[in-house]
Structures are given as C-alpha cells and as structure tokens.
C-alpha cells in the first residue's frame, strides 16, 4: 500500500483510463485491489501472489501519473481484501486517505488487542460499503 501526489493536469476520465489499464495488467499478474482518489492524492492497496505484485509494484514506481509515492506497508495478508476488483478506483477525500494511511499497518491484521482500528480495518471499512452495495467498477 503506498500514497502518491497525482501528477498535474490528471483528471478524472484519466483516472478512469489509468484504472482500466491497471485492471487488464492485474488480470495476467493475479493482483487486485482499489485505489483511492481525492482529486490530489492517490492510495493504493494491492494484494495477490508475491511475482504478481513485484512485477505490479514496478510498474507502479515508474509511472508517470504520480509523484512522490510513500510506501505505507508491505507485506504477506492473511486473506484478500479485494478478490474480485482487479483494479477499481474509488472517488474519497482527504480526510479518508488520511484516515487510512496513519492506521496500524504492522501484520495486515484486523483488530488491535486494545479495541482500536488497523490499518486493515480502516480501509476495510470504507470499501464495505462499496462491496455490500454491488454497485458497478468505476
């Protein structure tokens, strides 16, 4: 999972290319997941098998679409979060991305031993909605 700043001048029909693209590519690596996009910043969660991502990661870090990408977490899950988006992007704000990013990223795991949310539960809980509603891939 990483967060980037959006290149200049990339709109949202650009958004929808760059999402389409990702989805075709994904397919052949096994990867999926969702990107968030607050008209600013982008965050990424991918997940599949290890050659997969590697090779979705590297395409990642040289495209010309965003800047200054932090790398929030990686690692191995326990389950895929997104099985069935091989790329799906979904419009948030910044209160949202910022929300996300600054959980508890260690372990991919759900549910801090004190009540508090992951990272995973973050994100996990503003895609529920999207998952539960069935509504189209952007």
Not at 21 to 38: C, E, K, W
Not at 63 to 82: K, M, N, W
């Amino acid at each position: 999972m990483y967060t980037s700043q959006v290149a200049p001048n990339l709109g949202v029909d650009q958004v929808d290319d760059l999402a389409r693209d990702a989805a075709r590519f994904n397919v052949q690596a096994g990867v999926t997941g969702v990107l968030l996009f607050d008209g600013v910043r982008f965050l990424q969660y991918i997940e599949g098998p290890e050659d997969g991502v590697s090779v979705v990661y590297a395409r990642i870090i040289t495209a010309t679409s965003h800047f200054d990408l932090r790398e929030i977490a990686q690692g191995p899950v326990v389950r895929r979060f997104c099985p069935y988006w091989a790329m799906r992007w979904l419009p948030t704000d910044q209160s949202e991305i910022d929300f996300i990013s600054l959980g508890d990223w260690s372990g991919f795991r759900c549910g801090n031993t004190d009540g508090t949310p992951t990272g995973v539960d973050r994100l996990t809980g503003i895609l529920l909605p999207e998952i539960s509603s069935g509504s189209p891939s952007r």
